[in-house]
Structures are given as C-alpha cells and as structure tokens.
C-alpha cells in the first residue's frame, strides 16, 4: 500500500488518469451518438440508444483498460516509473504464454498479449458498457419530459 499521504498521493498517476477520462468522454459523449446513429437496427430509439452506448462503451472500454491499470499501480506504487509499471503489466502476461516459447519471443508475446488483450479487459469494459448504457439512456428519456408540465404540478 501507498505510504503517502492523501495531500501527495492524489497527484500520482495523473497522465494516464486524464487520458482514461478523455477517452471515457469521448465515449459517453461523440461515440454513443456516432454508433447510435450508424447502428439503427430497430424502430425503438431507446433501443438504438442502448445499442450505441453499447457498442461506443466496448470501444471506450478498451481504449482505456491500458491507461486506468497504469493509472492505479502508480497510485499504489509511486517510487516506480511508468517504464517499470509497464514492464510489471507485461511480466505478469507472460504466464499466459506457454512455457515452450523461446524468452524473447515470449516476452513480445506477453507484451502482445497486455495491450491487446489484458487481464481484467471484459470486466472493465462491462462496467464501462453499464455505465454508458444508464448515463446515455437517463438522458435520452430526459428529452421526451414536458418541463412545463412539471412546473405545473410542482405550483398545485
């Protein structure tokens, strides 16, 4: 565990942490109305709509998968640079890779194997797609609310 004070330790893995929210942004905001759009698959808009965030939520998922674990072994481990979290991230994928692999290329498999497809990948993408598909779905049925209509009830 991260010695550090709260003071100190907020600032540790910042870069990687701005990059995931970026990506997470760009996610929830352009990409759910980009496949919204393009992936029309039903007459239902709220239908479309989870459809949409489903899709931008895997993209943005895992895009940002990579980022985020750099993110919480900085938090967690501040002495080490980010080229040591990243040797980390790799030597714990190369378990995945059979033993009967030579060192170097099992090596560049695992590096292979932990930034296309790293451990922990569909959990995080799953939470990322949930979120996506309530933040985007609450908004969408917010459009069809009559505000006038509330206030009117609200003034009774």
């Known amino acids: 565990m991260n010695p550090e004070s709260l003071a100190t330790r907020w600032i540790r893995g910042t870069a990687p942490r701005m990059l995931r929210e970026v990506i997470f942004g760009v996610g929830l905001n352009q990409l759910s109305d980009y496949f919204e759009e393009r992936l029309s698959l039903t007459s239902s808009p709220a ?72 451990k922990g990948l569909t959990v995080r993408t799953s939470q990322i797609v949930g979120s996506f598909i309530i933040l985007n779905g609450t908004i969408n049925s917010l459009k069809e609310v009559d505000f006038n209509t509330i206030k009117g009830y609200l003034s009774d």
């Open 47 to 118: 239908l479309n709509n989870a459809i949409g965030s489903m899709a931008a939520g895997v993209v943005s998922g895992y895009l940002s998968h990579v980022p985020h674990n750099l993110s919480t072994m900085k938090l967690m481990h501040p002495q080490k640079s980010y080229g040591e979290h990243m040797d980390d991230f790799i030597r714990r994928a190369e378990v995945r890779v059979p033993n009967t692999v030579s060192p170097r290329q099992r090596y560049l498999a695992a590096t292979a194997l932990a930034l296309l497809f790293p």
